[in-house]
DNA sequence: AGGTCCGCTATTTTT
DNA sequence: TAGCGGACCT
C-alpha cells in the first residue's frame, strides 16, 4: 500500500513524530507548528503501515470540538470512517465506559449527568438541608471544594482530617452530596473520571479490558490535564501501552482549574519517552514569533522552545496608547475598518481581552460603524434556561427519579406549588428513602396535601405520566415538541419576561426541538443499548454545545484571551495590556499565576498571522469606578525593535501643549452627498446613502450594487463621483 | 405564593 | 456599571 501521502507533507520532525518507533513520544509542540496534523497523520500511520486496528487506539481531546475535528481529519485522511477508534474527550470516554459497565460500578442504568448548574443547584440544597449558614458555607466556595478535591482523585474519607471545624464541615458537605448523588444515580463531571478511574484500578477483568485493547493511547493538549486525568491514563496504559502525548507547557492557561503543566514534565520523567520539539511555525511573521519568543523568555521552568519560521520578517507589531478605553476601541474599529477597505475580511479580524466585561465598548464602536461581529462566550445553548426548563421535563419523562430535574421544573411554570410545597415533598422523600417524584405520588395518594397545593402537585405529576404514556413509540423530536407544547413554557416566559427576551427564548425553543428531531445517536451508544432518549440527554450534559445563532457569517471575532487558544487570525489585537487587567491583579502575587498569565500572553500574541496590535488605555471604568491605569509590564518584555508606537505619547502632549496644530482643524469638505454615485475600485458601484464627519475623518455610507452596504473613509477609500 | 427592591460583588471555562 | 441573590412586602 502507498502510504507516502502520510508523510509527503511533514517536515523532519513531525514525520519524526508520526512515524516513531516503539516506546512513548512525547512532542513538544509549539504554538502553530502542526500538531492536530501529526496526530492526524500518527493514527492514520499507525492503522495504514503498523496496521493496528482501530480499536486498539485510544485518541483524547481536550474539547468535543477538537475531538469531533480530528475525527473528521482522521477519516478524510484515511478515505473512510475508522469504524471502531474512540476519539473524545476524557469525559465522554469515561461516561461510554460508565454506561457500558455501570452494575460494576453501582450505578443505575438510567444514571444521569449533572452539569454545572444542576450541581452547584444540588450543592445549595444539601447545605440547606445541613440547616448550615449559607454566607460561611457558600454553595459555589463549596462546590469548588468538592471539584477541586475530585480532581485530585479524592474522595471525603481521603482528605486530612482537620481539627478546623469549618473544613470539618466542608467536608461533611461532601460527603452528603455524594451520597444524594449515589442515592439518586447522579454523577457530576469530575465523577465520571473518579469512578472510572476506580473502575479501572479495582476491576482486574475491566482493568484487563481495556489495557488489552488499546495498544496506543494519543492525548492532546496534555498541559492541559489534572492530576485525575493523568492517573486515569496510567490505569488504562498500564505497563503495555504506547503512549504518543502531545502538549506545550508555554500553552498551559487552565492551572486556575486544576491542570498541571508539571504533568508534561512528569511524563517525560514517568514513562522516558523520546522527546519532539515541533518548533517550525507555519502560521505568524518573523516579528511575532520573535516577539513571542521573548515575553515568554522571562518564565522559568520550561521545557524549552524557540519557535521559527521560514517566512517572512512582516510588519512591526503596532503598540497603541489611548486616553481611555473608549478611545482604545475606536482606535481598534479604525484599524479594522482600515482591513476591510483594503480587502480584508472581517472574519479574519480577532479582539482578544482578558476579561468578558472588556468586550462591551468593542461592541458598541463596531455597533455604531456597522460592522458585524460575533462574541464568543456567554450561555451555551443546553445551558440556557429555558433549553434547561424543557430538558428537566425531558428528564423526568425519561427517570421519575432525577430530583434535579423534579426541584427545576415542578414549579415552572408557576402553577401554585410553593416553597412549602415542595418542603414537605423534600422530607417525605428523605424519610421514606425515595425520590421527591416518588414522594410526591405517595403524598397525593395519601391525600397529604392541603386541597390547593394537592390539586397542583396531581396536576404536574399527570403532566409528565401522561407525556411518557402518549409518547411511548413516538421519536424524539415527537416527544419534545410534546413537551415544550404541554409544559407550555413560552407562554410563561412571555407572560412575564421582555418580550424581545421571551421571543428569543421561544426561538430557542423551537430550536431545541430541531436538535431533537436531527439528533443522529452515535453508533455506540446504540451498541451499547441506549435509548436514543438516554443519549441525547447524555449528550446535553456533556457538549453543551455552540449552536449559538449567525454561525459563519463573515464577522469579526471577540473573545478572550482563553477562548482564542487554539485559533488563528490574519489580524489580531490584544486589548486592555494593563496592569492589573493584564496581568490580572489576582495573578500578581504569586509567580507562578504571573507566568500563566505570562502564557495567556504568548498564547494571544501567536494567535496572529500577519499583523498584531497591542493596546492599552491610560484610564479605564472598572466596577463603575475610573482610574488611571499603567502599561502592563508584558509590554516591557517586547524587544523594541520589533514594536512601533503607533501614535507616539510625545506627539499627543505636543499636540495639547501647542494649543492643537491643524489636525482638528476641520478639512475641506468634500463633495459626496446624499444620493451620489460613486465608483469604487473593489466594491464596484453604489450609491451614497449616509455621510458622516468631515475632514480626514469623513465617512459614508454606500449601498453598493453588488457588495451590499459598506461605510468608508473618505481618505482611505478613494471614491470616485459618477454624476 | 409570588413579585419587587435593595445591596453586594466583581478573572479566565470546559466537561 | 450590571447581574444576581436574598430580604421584604403584598
Request: aromatic fraction near 8%.
Amino acid at each position: 500500500m502507498d502510504v507516502s501521502h502520510l508523510l509527503e507533507d511533514l517536515n523532519d520532525a513531525q514525520r519524526e513524530a508520526v512515524t516513531a518507533e516503539d516506546g512513548h513520544v512525547l512532542v513538544l509542540a509549539g504554538a502553530g507548528s502542526g500538531k492536530t496534523r501529526v496526530l492526524v497523520h500518527r493514527i492514520a500511520w499507525l492503522i495504514q503501515v503498523h496496521h493496528v486496528s482501530p480499536m486498539g487506539l485510544l485518541a483524547v481531546t481536550f474539547t468535543n470540538k477538537a475531538a469531533g475535528e480530528m475525527r473528521a481529519r482522521v477519516g478524510k485522511l484515511l478515505g473512510l470512517r475508522p469504524d471502531g477508534l474512540w476519539i473524545g474527550t476524557f469525559h465522554g470516554i469515561c461516561h461510554r465506559i460508565l454506561r457500558m459497565h455501570a452494575a460494576d460500578v453501582g450505578l443505575p442504568e438510567t444514571f444521569q449527568i449533572l452539569d454545572s448548574e444542576d450541581q452547584y443547584r444540588l450543592i445549595r440544597r444539601v447545605i440547606r438541608d445541613m440547616e448550615l449558614d449559607e454566607g460561611e458555607y457558600p454553595a459555589r466556595q463549596q462546590q469548588g471544594f468538592i471539584n477541586h478535591h475530585k480532581d485530585e482523585g479524592r474522595r471525603p474519607e481521603h482528605i486530612e482530617p482537620f481539627d478546623n471545624p469549618h473544613a470539618l464541615t466542608q467536608v461533611a458537605i461532601y460527603r452528603n452530596y455524594q451520597d444524594y448523588c449515589e442515592r439518586s444515580g447522579l454523577v457530576d463531571f469530575a465523577e465520571l473520571l473518579l469512578r472510572t478511574l476506580e473502575l479501572l484500578r479495582d476491576n482486574p477483568a475491566r482493568q484487563a479490558q481495556y489495557r488489552d485493547r488499546f495498544g496506543h493511547i494519543l492525548i492532546d493538549e496534555f498541559q492541559d490535564t489534572n492530576k485525575l486525568q493523568y492517573a486515569l491514563v496510567r490505569i488504562i496504559a498500564g505497563d503495555r501501552a504506547r503512549l504518543f502525548v502531545v502538549g506545550d507547557d508555554d500553552q498551559s492557561i487552565y492551572g486556575w482549574r486544576g491542570a498541571r503543566v508539571e504533568n508534561v514534565s512528569d511524563f517525560a520523567r514517568d514513562f522516558d519517552p523520546t522527546v519532539i520539539r515541533l518548533e517550525q511555525n507555519y502560521r505568524s511573521t518573523a516579528t511575532i514569533l520573535e516577539a513571542a519568543n521573548r515575553v515568554i523568555a522571562n518564565n522559568e521552568e520550561r521545557m524549552g522552545k524557540n519557535l521559527w519560521t521560514e517566512g517572512e520578517q512582516g510588519e512591526p507589531i503596532g503598540i497603541f496608547s489611548a486616553f481611555s478605553a473608549e478611545e482604545e476601541a475606536e482606535f481598534v474599529v479604525a484599524r479594522i475598518r482600515d482591513w476591510l477597505e483594503q480587502g480584508g475580511a472581517a472574519s479574519e479580524a480577532a479582539v482578544l481581552y482578558r476579561s468578558n466585561a472588556q468586550s462591551r465598548l468593542f461592541e458598541h464602536q463596531l455597533l455604531a460603524e456597522g460592522i458585524p461581529y460575533r462574541v464568543y462566550g456567554g450561555q451555551r445553548f443546553f445551558e440556557r434556561a429555558e433549553i434547561k426548563d424543557a430538558m428537566g421535563y425531558l428528564r423526568l419523562v425519561h427517570n421519575r427519579d432525577d430530583d434535579p430535574a423534579f426541584e427545576r421544573v415542578v414549579n415552572v411554570p408557576a402553577r401554585g406549588i410553593g416553597e412549602r410545597t415542595v418542603a414537605a415533598i423534600r422530607e417525605h422523600a428523605r424519610s421514606a428513602g425515595t425520590s421527591l417524584f416518588a414522594a410526591a405520588t405517595a403524598m397525593r395518594d395519601s391525600g397529604a396535601f392541603a386541597a390547593r397545593a394537592g390539586n397542583a402537585v396531581a396536576q404536574f405529576l399527570e403532566i409528565i405520566n401522561d407525556l411518557d404514556r402518549r409518547t411511548r413509540d413516538a421519536s424524539l423530536g415527537e416527544l419534545m415538541s410534546a413537551v415544550v407544547e404541554t409544559a407550555d413554557l413560552a407562554r410563561w416566559y412571555r407572560q412575564r419576561e421582555a418580550p424581545d427576551r421571551a421571543e428569543s427564548r421561544e426561538e430557542n425553543l423551537t430550536e431545541l426541538i430541531r436538535a431533537a428531531e436531527t439528533f443522529d445517536q452515535p453508533l455506540e451508544d446504540e451498541q451499547s443499548g441506549l435509548s436514543p432518549l438516554a443519549s441525547f440527554l447524555a449528550q446535553a450534559a456533556l457538549e453543551a454545545g455552540e449552536h449559538q445563532g449567525e454561525k459563519w457569517q463573515d464577522c469579526v471575532q471577540l473573545m478572550t484571551l482563553h477562548s482564542a487558544k487554539g485559533l488563528e487570525f490574519p489580524l489580531v489585537f490584544l486589548s486592555g495590556m494593563e496592569e492589573g487587567l493584564f496581568p490580572h491583579q489576582k495573578s500578581t502575587e504569586e509567580p507562578g499565576r504571573l507566568s500563566e498569565e505570562r502564557r495567556l500572553c504568548y498564547v494571544g500574541m501567536t494567535r496572529a498571522m500577519q499583523r498584531l496590535y497591542l493596546t492599552y488605555a491610560e484610564s479605564r471604568m472598572l466596577h463603575g469606578q475610573t482610574s488611571t491605569t499603567y502599561p502592563s509590564r508584558f509590554l516591557d518584555e517586547l524587544p523594541e525593535e520589533l514594536t512601533e508606537q503607533v501614535r507616539p505619547r510625545a506627539a499627543r502632549y505636543a499636540g495639547t501643549s501647542f494649543g492643537g496644530g491643524g489636525m482638528s482643524q476641520p478639512g475641506p469638505e468634500h463633495d459626496f452627498n446624499l444620493g451620489s454615485t460613486v465608483s469604487h475600485e473593489r466594491f464596484g458601484i453604489g450609491t451614497v446613502v449616509n455621510v458622516e464627519g468631515s475632514g480626514p475623518n469623513a465617512r459614508v455610507q454606500i449601498n453598493f450594487e453588488t457588495a451590499g452596504q459598506k461605510w468608508l473613509v473618505l481618505s482611505y477609500a478613494n471614491l470616485e463621483r459618477l454624476d
